[in-house]
């Protein structure tokens, strides 16, 4: 049964506080999947607690079984009609993601990014699971452009490198929620011990994006479909955004890098 006519059925029965969650949760609609316990409490004026009774009311052992529902009805109608072969949609998507992405570009932003990565005496790159993927290919992309930066993706060692971070220190940080805890525990460490942040995620107002002395967005949801292509060709497409300013600010010869980088590896081909 959808979620909305499940509240509707079971409103009746709920108490005076409870129905304040019900009415929130029907005003923001599917966006509910991306809240919160701490946010719903605030904009219900209730307590976890009756959160947790409405959820349980309505059939589900919780906040997070009910958001899951209510993700994977989501997911199940947009997929429904889609054929599992259909190429041309998964081609459409992919494209959706980029210019979705596109628009959401700060120039603004993206030039102080750029500056802030100019200024670094050392780059960290962020990130755990498909965030932590995306990290470890702009440390790639950057080095073939003659930079040399730092990808982690383990929780404990980024926390060990964001404790001896200095303020010529600069983290890229990774996270399409903006809500990862790991990253953000880094990032909190890192800031601080007065390093700059460059924030790479779908929302300026989470955790991670109000650490972010500069805000990168990128616009794809995914909470039932982590670590998906549409995910991470967003944030690929802001790596190439933010090297290519890069190269642009500090005049680097392109060519000349790229053919030393390739006469390096040259001999690693097999004849």
């Given at each position: 049964?959808?979620?909305?006519?499940?509240?509707?059925?079971?409103?009746?029965?709920?108490?005076?506080?409870?129905?304040?969650?019900?009415?929130?949760?029907?005003?923001?609609?599917?966006?509910?999947?991306?809240a919160?316990?701490?946010?719903?409490?605030?904009?219900?004026?209730v307590?976890?607690?009756?959160?947790?009774?409405?959820?349980?009311?309505?059939?589900?052992?919780?906040?997070?079984?009910?958001?899951?529902?209510?993700?994977?009805e989501?997911?199940?109608?947009?997929t429904?009609?889609?054929?599992?072969?259909?190429?041309?949609?998964?081609?459409?998507?992919?494209?959706?993601?980029l210019?979705?992405?596109?628009?959401?570009?700060n120039?603004?932003?993206v030039e102080?990014?750029?500056?802030?990565?100019?200024?670094?005496?050392?780059?960290?790159?962020?990130?755990?699971?498909?965030?932590?993927?995306?990290?470890?290919?702009?440390?790639?992309?950057?080095?073939?452009?003659?930079?040399?930066?730092?990808?982690?993706?383990?929780?404990?060692i980024q926390?060990?490198?964001?404790?001896?971070?200095k303020?010529?220190?600069?983290v890229?940080?990774?996270?399409?929620?903006?809500r990862?805890?790991?990253?953000?525990?880094?990032?909190?460490?890192a800031?601080?011990?007065?390093?700059?942040?460059?924030a790479?995620?779908?929302?300026?107002n989470?955790?991670?994006?109000?650490?972010?002395?500069?805000?990168?967005?990128?616009?794809?949801?995914?909470?039932?479909n982590?670590?998906?292509?549409?995910?991470?060709?967003?944030?690929?497409?802001?790596?190439?955004?933010?090297?290519?300013?890069?190269?642009?600010?500090?005049?680097?010869?392109?060519?000349?890098?790229?053919?030393?980088?390739?006469?390096?590896?040259?001999?690693?081909?097999?004849?």
């Open positions: 049964m959808k979620y909305d006519y499940l509240i509707h059925n079971h409103y009746d029965e709920l108490t005076r506080s409870e129905r304040k969650v019900a009415d929130f949760v029907l005003s923001i609609g599917i966006k509910i999947i991306y919160t316990l701490t946010e719903v409490r605030e904009a219900a004026g307590g976890d607690a009756t959160i947790v009774r409405f959820c349980q009311k309505l059939g589900f052992n919780g906040f997070s079984d009910f958001k899951i529902e209510i993700a994977k989501d997911y199940t109608k947009q429904a009609d889609r054929p599992q072969d259909d190429y041309d949609t998964i081609v459409d998507s992919l494209v959706d993601a210019k979705r992405t596109a628009q959401l570009l120039r603004e932003q102080k990014a750029v500056s802030l990565m100019s200024k670094a005496d050392q780059i960290y790159l962020f990130g755990v699971g498909g965030s932590g993927q995306s990290a470890k290919s702009l440390e790639s992309i950057l080095l073939r452009d003659g930079v040399c930066s730092t990808a982690i993706t383990d929780p404990h926390a060990q490198y964001a404790s001896v971070m303020k010529n220190s600069l890229i940080a990774f996270s399409l929620s903006g990862t805890k790991d990253t953000y525990d880094a990032v909190n460490i800031k601080d011990n007065g390093a700059k942040v460059i790479i995620t779908n929302y300026s989470t955790p991670i994006g109000r650490q972010g002395d500069v805000v990168l967005q990128t616009a794809i949801d995914e909470f039932l982590g670590g998906s292509v549409d995910g991470k060709i967003s944030q690929l497409y802001i790596c190439d955004v933010l090297t290519k300013g890069y190269a642009a600010q500090n005049n680097i010869d392109v060519v000349a890098l790229r053919e030393r980088v390739l006469r390096s590896i040259l001999n690693k081909s097999i004849e």
